[in-house]
């Protein structure tokens, strides 16, 4: 597991485009009767990867797929990896497609008829954990086994059952040691055990047998230490400390008092009915036995598709959390909604008196005199059953060493949670919002722990950024723009710059300048001066659409929304305009959503687990963006791991990466759902055209009447299910 980045975190988004190839144009629209088909192996499903004749640039009436594909059962569902390969699920067997060709490159029968929610992509990397079985709901009950699987070679990585887990009900990649991490009841009792990533064999197996009454069971993740030769490691009894390379516990604390244990006992019981919704979006953290914060990943789950995809999540997921300081080497600070403590990585003695908390922890922050640790809103339903006695929320600095509040014991009272902070000298600038809705901007005395102001500035709208420039504190919300003075904690400019309350505001950053995209108008702002100017008004987009998003070109500027382009250079003049038609809007929404599955599936490479909290964004990032660069930073280091693991999981990294990396190269194009008119045929279909001209590079039309397509950005393919167990697959 990565160690976590200490960052306030911020959704993710994902732009999947595709690198240029040549133009194709087809159509799906009744040619069943016009494909060349190939005898398949009477092992395969019938028709299994025939290829079209068609190559190149397809010619006037010729108009068959890349290649078809007829299964022999129904389909029940397909899904394509992040290793490129194309995975359907059917009731005889669990097939691996290659997309290109549409070749079979694996079979398993037995995982005949597997359900999707069963079927888990493990992130930043090319395996996918299958959850074998689940029984009943009591605690330690569930029964489950889990298959890791490499999607690329279909390849069993890992079997729980064989490795005498009768629950296994925790998992980790571990890339920089090339393991999987499991943890589970065995016959004996608690067992964790590690395996290699690449062939599979049992590396070490350490037994974890409670002392006590209460079970011992895993609410973490490994948190790795010491160069990689050692990780950290937490059930709900004890912290442990162990040696990555034999499984030797190196030392073992106990991490909670009784009364905690049983809470998590309990907590833990009560959630495999299944996951909740809510919950803290810090790291990934859930309170501490609650496993809140899961239900926004798997939809309005129930029966036992609820039960099944809580078994994959909670097999992931964290109570406890762990960072460490720069400021404070040899301590590892460990936190989960419940308390906050530090440990001695060394001796594992703690070394903090524990510190209760509140509310769940939104904010920590590393400063030179400490810890600033920021509790979000308290809950409603927990004011309202008086549990929780005055203020919302809370601020702190504690000391590294000693876990003092330097504060006092209560800190700051904040009106909200904190979601932007700056530092100007010994001031500490805090951006909060409530959950109904009012935002406010704060100054902290970082010497004296108060506010400098008799009462906070309230803003409208939502904060989206806060800079500090020369007359204070500028801010930006969705809904306006100003300036608050540092001194007097009032507003700067006698009248804000306001926005479009209903369209929202855009924002990205170039150098010094930030471009600020609300409804029609585009401004530009000099973050060192807070001078600003309107680099356009009343953006001409046809088909009564705005721009919705921006993305800095090379060249300039270019304004998207669904159906128009528009490039403008840095002084606002515009330097083309694209506009396609758009579809009818039921085919528009049958075709976004496989397209957005694909796509989520595409960014599966790069998302974080904690994606399960946050959610992923609509929208895309383009090429030197904030949220590409995570995405790349995190397949370049795939890519230098991949080198590490033997055989074929080496060359699945590798594939994986490869296919990642094609966003790069293709971030010049961009893709529209739009009505096409041409000689071949016409219908709905998908546009790509290039961003830095506006010219179209090829077109594919498509049936309005199928609702099953998903498009692949990165391959360049369409994948159509034309009958309940035949697909197509056309390149474009």
Known sequence: MLNNRL?????????????????????????????????????????????????????????????TMKFKQAIAWQKLTPAGVFVV??????????????????KIVDFNGLKQENFDLIPGSPFVAVVDKVGGKGMGKLGTKFVILDAYTGKAVVNTKELGLLNASKRAFVPETGSFLLFGQAEVGGMLIATDASTGAEKWRTPI???????????????????????????????YKLDAASGRVIWRTASLTADDAAKVGAAVATAAAGPESAGSKLLGMSPLGGFKGMGSAFGALSGTAALDAGASARATYSSINYLEAPQS???????????????????????????????????????????????????????????????????NLYNYATGARTWGKDGVETDGTVGAYSFAGKDFIVATARASGRNR??????????????????????????????????????????????????????????????????????????????????????????????????????????????????????????????????????????????????????????????????????????????GFRAGASGYGTASYN???????????????????????????????????????????????????????????????????VTNLVLDSKKPDYILDDIGRMVFFKVASDELYGYQF
């Open 7 to 67: 960052v306030p975190l911020a959704l993710l988004a994902v732009l999947a485009a595709s690198p240029a190839a040549h133009a194709q144009f087809g159509a799906l629209k009744n040619m069943k009767d016009k494909l060349v088909k190939k005898d398949a192996p009477t092992d395969a499903p019938a028709s299994a990867g025939t290829a079209a004749v068609a190559a190149g640039p397809v010619s006037k009436g010729s108009v068959v797929p890349t290649w």
């Open 329 to 395: 080497p040899g301590k590892i600070f460990v936190f989960s909604n419940d308390y906050l403590t530090a440990f001695d990585i060394a001796t594992g003695k703690e070394i903090w008196e524990r510190e209760p908390l509140k509310s769940p922890i939104s904010n920590i922050i590393y400063n030179e005199r400490g810890l600033i640790v920021a509790t979000s809103e308290f809950d409603d339903d927990a004011k309202r059953n008086g549990k929780l006695k005055g203020g919302l929320s809370r601020i």
């Open 441 to 614: 901007l704060d100054i902290i005395d970082l010497d004296r722990g108060t506010s400098k102001l008799k009462r906070a500035l309230t803003v409208d709208g939502s904060i989206k950024r806060v800079m500090l420039v020369p007359q204070g504190l500028l801010y930006v919300t969705n809904q306006e723009m100003n300036i608050m003075n540092l001194e007097t904690g009032k507003d700067d400019w006698a009248k804000s710059v306001k926005f479009n309350k209903e369209k929202g505001i855009v924002t990205a950053l170039k150098g010094d300048k930030c471009y600020i995209l609300s409804d029609t108008k585009l401004l530009a702002l000099d973050c060192k001066t807070a001078e600003y100017k309107l680099v356009a008004d009343n953006i001409p987009f046809q088909g009564k659409e705005t721009p919705t998003d921006f993305e800095l070109m090379p060249d300039g500027i270019l304004l998207k929304s669904s159906q128009n382009l528009q490039m403008l250079d840095w002084n606002g003049k515009p330097q083309y305009s694209y506009f396609t038609p758009a579809p009818g809007r039921s085919m528009a929404g049958k075709i976004f959503f496989g397209t957005m599955g694909v796509l989520n599936a595409a960014a599966g490479a790069a998302a974080a687990a904690n994606a399960a909290d946050e």
């Open 89 to 106: 699920s059917c009731s005889d067997a669990l097939y691996g497609i290659d997309p290109q060709t549409g070749a079979e490159k694996w």
């Open 209 to 239: 047998v409670s002392k006590t009454k209460v079970p011992e069971t895993a609410i973490s993740q490994p948190y790795l230490v010491d160069s990689n030769k050692a990780f950290l490691w937490a059930t709900n009894l004890a912290l």
């Open 630 to 696: 995570d995405h790349m930073t995190l397949s370049d280091r795939s890519s230098d791991l991949a080198a590490g693991f033997a055989g074929g999981v080496g060359e699945s990294i590798r594939q994986m990466n490869k296919r990642f990396k094609a966003t790069k190269d293709g971030t010049n194009l961009v893709t529209m759902l739009t009505t096409i008119k041409g000689d071949e045929a016409s219908g709905v279909g998908i546009k790509m055209v290039d961003k830095r001209t506006g010219k179209e």
